[in-house]
């Protein structure tokens, strides 16, 4: 087991333990993460709760099972262990911006960035990123409200980074009280 010694290094939330799996202790893990191929075998990864990875590991193997990670840990082959970690969170190394997809950014990239119309009103802030089941959603506090924001390039125009704002060209209804009634 590695200690958490690793604390200047941004570490990400890409994944949470399931269940043990097996008599030799493999583990089950929910996939949280738009790359889980950077999963792979002899990666060093994190263990811990929701605010930091507390403990280090390397994966011995990894496969995917069921639509989740079946994961195989270096040197842990005990089922209690990996029980004991039911319910934390699995951390990989914070890709550089540079080397995301174009289009692609980290929940903390955005979260704090002003929303602005295609007009340049100011229509709140990002505070969140709600992955959803079929698409990702900005969470966006329009004055004492929050509002979710499909993260499509139809609606999200642009993100900029350096000028602190995202551009939203949002449909009637989605950041006001004005949305069109059905007939």
Not at 40 to 57: K, Q, T
Request: aromatic letters at 8%.
């Amino acid at each position: 087991m590695g200690v958490a010694d690793d604390r200047e290094e941004r570490w990400l939330i890409v994944g949470q333990a399931g269940k043990a799996h097996g008599v030799h202790g493999d583990l089950l893990v929910n996939v949280i993460t738009d790359f889980p191929e950077r999963l792979s075998d002899g990666v060093r990864f994190g263990v811990g709760d929701e605010s930091a990875p507390l403990e280090y590991h390397h994966v011995h193997r990894v496969r995917f099972h069921k639509g989740k990670w079946l994961l195989s840990v270096k040197g842990v082959r005990d089922r209690q262990t990996i029980e004991s970690w039911r319910g934390l969170f699995l951390y990989l190394p914070e890709q550089a911006l540079e080397d995301l997809p174009e289009g692609y950014y980290c929940e903390h990239h955005l979260v704090g960035l002003e929303c602005r119309s295609p007009d340049g009103d100011v229509l709140g802030e990002v505070i969140g990123l709600d992955p959803g089941a079929g698409q990702s959603r900005l969470i966006v506090r329009c004055g004492d409200r929050e509002r979710l924001v499909p993260y499509v390039p139809e609606i999200v125009r642009e993100v900029d980074l350096d000028g602190g704002f995202v551009l939203i060209d949002a449909p009637r209804g989605l950041l006001d009280d004005d949305a069109v009634e059905a007939r």
